[in-house]
């Protein structure tokens, strides 16, 4: 580890932040990790990472000022640190290290939960593996226990093959509205045998309900949206 790295839970301070602030601190995460060249990042390129087609979901469509507040916000929790670019242009990088507690395969797994939502062990280890290197599967689930552990990630769906994590940076009011859709969903999924009969396999079911989840979240930031939207 850097020198601006800490061990996993070692200071941190975190806690939820609207869904404006973990697209931008997500992308701080990743362009950090994956084009050092061009970081420390402008609002600029912030804006046009933020709403990138690939690597996000759901999809969002922020401006100079949605990215500015959202900066706001994330350098008053101690997330987020504004710094004097060239040419006086302000510039930002982030501080999830010290702020989430974890080291750089921790950062990498929570900056995918934030770009991409609810994923398997399996989808984190592919997707998160351009930021980290992670040796095996096995690795990434003991990463996802200790940030478990820690209170970062928390599981969506019951253990066992395709089992589904989330971050745990979701407000109260998103935290609560995607457990009990996730729960409902739970209690109809239907049988095995209604998949096709008894010998029907298990991946179809656990697609299902991934399917559902991504729905779910999308459904969360859309209403997360129109909130923001009202009460501007």
Request: net charge negative; aromatic share 4%; no cysteine.
């Amino acid at each position: 580890m850097n020198g601006s790295e800490t061990t996993a839970g070692e200071g941190a301070k975190w806690k939820p932040i609207g869904r404006n602030e973990r697209r931008v601190l997500g992308v701080l995460v990743e362009k950090a990790k994956t084009t050092p060249d061009q970081y420390p990042l402008t609002i600029s390129s912030l804006v046009a990472g933020s709403n990138q087609k690939s690597n996000r979901s759901p999809q969002m469509q922020l401006d100079d000022e949605d990215v500015t507040i959202a900066l706001d916000n994330l350098k008053g929790v101690g997330a987020v640190r504004e710094i004097q670019g060239s040419g006086r242009v302000n510039k930002y990088r982030h501080a999830a290290y010290e702020w989430l507690g974890v080291d750089a395969a921790g950062a990498a797994v929570m900056a995918e939960l934030l770009l991409r939502g609810p994923q398997t062990a399996g989808e984190l280890r592919a997707r998160a593996a351009r930021m980290h290197d992670f040796a095996d599967l096995d690795g990434m689930v003991t990463l996802i226990d200790q940030l478990r552990t820690a209170g970062l990630v928390q599981a969506l769906s019951p253990p066992g093959r395709g089992q589904i994590f989330a971050h745990s940076l979701y407000p109260p009011d998103e935290q609560q509205y995607l457990g009990e859709k996730v729960s409902s969903s739970a209690e109809t999924e239907p049988s095995r045998e209604h998949l096709g009969g008894g010998n029907a396999p298990d991946n179809r079911s656990e697609h299902d309900l991934r399917e559902r989840v991504t729905r779910l979240e999308t459904e969360v930031e859309e209403l997360k949206r129109r909130l923001d939207q009202l009460t501007s």
